[in-house]
């Protein structure tokens, strides 16, 4: 039995990750991927059982990367501003530090393969959420919401301003950037939005 090459195998999937991204899951296939990694087919099979396994693989791992590097030096228990404002620049770290993940999870969203990821972010992520907002709701700090409206009154707004930063441009600037100063704007609404 050969020995695992970690090197290898993360170059597998990272040219997975940029093929779905550029190609989509039509365009993604075992042969193609091991060509664009410098590997052989036979190579593929040693780390995945198949092109299904490598996907759900894939998807797993950066989602739950993308959890675990939002949720670094936050707490549920802190003040709705302070955790708001840690998880809008967590995220943001993450979205500009990893944008072909980010579209690869965008691309994933939509296909059978997203469901791992959907349960483990309610099992894991979701309940430190809602306990987030909980706390906040308790402790006069946000008005009462179902998770939902929270959510997206929350986060969609940073969303939306990354998605702008990474085509470089908005509706009517052709030159956009995210920068520290707009991002701190755009979240002070948002906290005057949500406090009571």
């Known amino acids: 039995m050969r020995i695992k090459d970690t090197a290898k195998e993360d170059n597998i999937k990272q040219k997975a990750i940029e093929m779905i991204v550029?190609?989509?899951?039509?365009?993604?296939?075992?042969?193609?991927?091991?060509k664009a990694a410098g590997v052989s087919p036979a190579t593929i099979y040693i780390y995945f059982k198949d092109?299904?396994?490598?996907?759900?693989?894939?998807c797993l791992?950066?989602?739950k990367e993308m959890l675990d590097q939002s949720l670094t030096d936050f707490n549920p228990e802190m003040s709705f501003e302070k955790g708001l404002e840690i998880q809008w620049k967590n995220r943001l770290a993450y979205f500009l530090?990893?944008?072909?993940?980010?579209?690869?999870?965008?691309?994933?969203?939509y296909t059978i393969f997203?469901?791992?990821?959907?349960?483990?972010?309610?099992r894991d992520f979701g309940a430190i959420m809602n306990e987030f907002?909980?706390?906040?709701?308790?402790?006069?700090?946000?008005?009462?919401?179902?998770?939902?409206v929270y959510w997206a009154l929350a986060f969609s707004p940073?969303?939306?301003?990354?998605?702008?930063?990474?085509?470089?441009?908005?509706?009517?600037?052709?030159?956009?950037?995210?920068?520290?100063?707009?991002?701190k704007q755009?979240?002070?609404?948002?906290?005057k939005a949500l406090k009571p």
């Open 22 to 34: 550029k190609e989509g899951l039509q365009g993604f296939g075992v042969n193609k991927l091991a």
């Open 51 to 58: 092109k299904e396994h490598l996907i759900s693989t894939l």
């Open 61 to 63: 791992e950066v989602g």
């Open 97 to 109: 530090k990893h944008p072909i993940d980010m579209e690869f999870l965008e691309i994933m969203r």
């Open 114 to 122: 997203y469901e791992q990821v959907t349960f483990m972010m309610k």
């Open 133 to 148: 907002k909980d706390n906040a709701q308790q402790n006069g700090q946000l008005i009462k919401l179902p998770f939902e």
């Open 158 to 183: 940073l969303y939306q301003l990354v998605k702008f930063h990474t085509q470089g441009q908005s509706y009517v600037n052709n030159a956009f950037a995210l920068t520290d100063q707009v991002m």
């Open 186 to 191: 755009a979240l002070s609404l948002v906290l």
